[in-house]
């Protein structure tokens, strides 16, 4: 086809050749976050050795807190509070180091063959989120069976199972990437500790994991509003337990995460190929 002036139209993009694009796209990420799992399969007691420290902080830190009074919004045990906070706590220890395998990669040569292959950087990105979250979701399973069998008044309905899920993913997928865009910038495994032990703290008390924001000071409460774990929280608070509320709405929770895990994956694909520099 011409113009009118005889030049050659440029081609039209056609469905098909759209189709192809999204699906080539998936592929891609999908292969990066197969790749990524295949880690899991290997050392599987990575599962079990994460399980410790949540049924350590339900049993002790909750059953000690408990006997305390105002802790927890009135009418509810504080144990049933507490579990998502755990819940959520469970997946930002497991994501925030998530980033430390980029710097193995790259010291392996492995990054290297990631940044030559015709995969988009974002397909790179997203692949590395979509394993933390099935990481996260393993999580998941095994704070739903130490909460049912600590008697808390978890909610087994499919929808909100659902919903928890996808909670667990966005938050993984955030906090993941967060990681990433941290060993793009320091780029060695010291380093890379040092930041993620310094950040991992402040992020978790900053929010109303434990406590209600209700009982900071007023800074802190600016501090935990802030805080992307905070609204993780609280939507796994609303959906998690029986007769949940949400304090910001179920609807600000997702936004949220959403909103700061599409910045943080762009950052992230905009750094990555200066790991291999």
């Not at 139209?9 to 080539?24: I, K």
């Not at 009982?215 to 949940?244: E, F, H």
Request: aromatic share 8%; charged share 10%.
């Amino acid at each position: 086809m011409t113009t009118p002036d005889g030049r050659a139209a440029a081609p039209l993009a056609t469905s098909e050749g759209l189709t192809t694009g999204a699906a080539g796209f998936a592929t891609q990420t999908l292969a990066v976050a197969a790749a990524e799992m295949q880690k899991l399969r290997h050392d599987p007691s990575d599962i079990f050795m994460r399980a410790i420290q949540p049924a350590i902080w339900l049993v002790l830190f909750g059953g000690v807190m408990g006997q305390a009074r105002g802790i927890s919004p009135t009418g509810t045990r504080y144990l049933d509070f507490l579990a998502p906070g755990i819940l959520a706590q469970s997946v930002l220890f497991a994501a925030i180091f998530y980033g430390i395998s980029a710097i193995w990669e790259r010291d392996l040569g492995v990054l290297h063959r990631y940044m030559v292959s015709p995969a988009p950087r974002v397909a790179l990105v997203l692949g590395k989120g979509i394993s933390a979250a099935i990481r996260g979701l393993t999580q998941g399973v095994v704070i739903y069976l130490l909460a049912l069998a600590l008697g808390i008044a978890v909610d087994l309905s499919p929808v909100n199972l659902l919903a928890v899920a996808g909670v667990i993913a966005l938050g993984s997928a955030l906090f993941s990437t967060f990681s990433l865009i941290i060993a793009c910038i320091v780029r060695t495994r010291e380093r890379f500790m040092g930041i993620g032990q310094v950040l991992t703290m402040p992020i978790f008390f900053a929010s109303n994991a434990i406590y209600p924001i209700a009982m900071m000071p007023a800074w802190l409460q600016v501090v935990s509003q802030g805080n992307p774990l905070t609204y993780q929280v609280d939507a796994l608070r609303t959906l998690m337990i029986k007769g949940g509320v949400s304090s910001f709405g179920l609807g600000l929770d997702f936004l949220v995460l959403m909103a700061v895990t599409g910045l943080l994956v762009l950052i992230a694909a905009r750094l990555y190929p200066r790991m291999t520099d």
